[in-house]
């Protein structure tokens, strides 16, 4: 199993993006301490009300991580998860293939569907509409990726006869898409290289509209339905599972409990897990980074 660190995110209003240290040196130092990849996640453009009741502001993901990208050679680059409607899908396969290039073949596009109706209003994208965006989106990234000339008539634009350089260094670069929805997993199971589920609680789930996962029984069921959808595809797919216990934020304490817990998400078929930052220092940020990697990875 491999673990990717979740830059951490800001609650409410207040306070720096960059608390927990800055993005390049967070980067390397993760990549010395045996991590093998970093994640940001998105919000453009929040909604004040949802900043006071708890919600969260986010560095811009694919330009965090083509930062991250020029201070490190190993570390898998992840978007966990940009909001795919959010975007011409022109002008996220440009990003995410520029990204890909200067990294060396790095990134892993984490897409989801997007559920804040506010976001939606303010970047002028009819939430309505988001699920037929999400898939034309699965349609053109990988035309546009190709390098080739193609031509593609979507909802509110019509490209005739482009070609777009460069092309990514990943044939094609991974596409992790997210929820627990039949919808999500047929998507995967056809279409994408891997799944990010919601293992969070039944509230967020609520909030974020997907279906709750109760349990580590329930998430393996799924992971065996989105297998067994996938057919011959199945061994090629990732699930990359966030692990939501908030005591791993002392990775040193409780060791054996977390251990388990982690064997347990591996048996259950995750092949990566996710650990949301917490630290709100440089210094704090790199002490978990160090004691995590040790405790759990090994080097």
Known sequence: MQ???QYPDRHGADGDLLDAGPVDEVAAVAEKASWHGLSFTEHPVPGARWLDAGGHQ???PLVALGHAA???TRLRLLTF???APYRNPFLLAKAAATVDKLSGGRLILGLGTGYQKSEFFALGVDFEERNALFDEALDVLPLHWSGEPFSYRGRHFDAREVIARP?????PIPIWIGGNSKLALRRIAERAQGWMPLTAPQQVARTVRTPYLASTAELAAKIAELRDLA???ADQLDVAVAYSDPAIAS???DVERHRDTLGQLEAAGATWVIVAGATSSTAATVEFLDRFGATYIGG
């Open 81 to 83: 998860l940009a909001v």
């Open 70 to 72: 020029a201070a490190t």
């Open 251 to 253: 990775p040193h304490l």
């Open 167 to 171: 092309r990514p260094v990943q044939d």
């Open 3 to 5: 673990y990717l660190y």
């Open 58 to 60: 986010t560095l811009d």
């Open 231 to 233: 057919g011959d595809r």
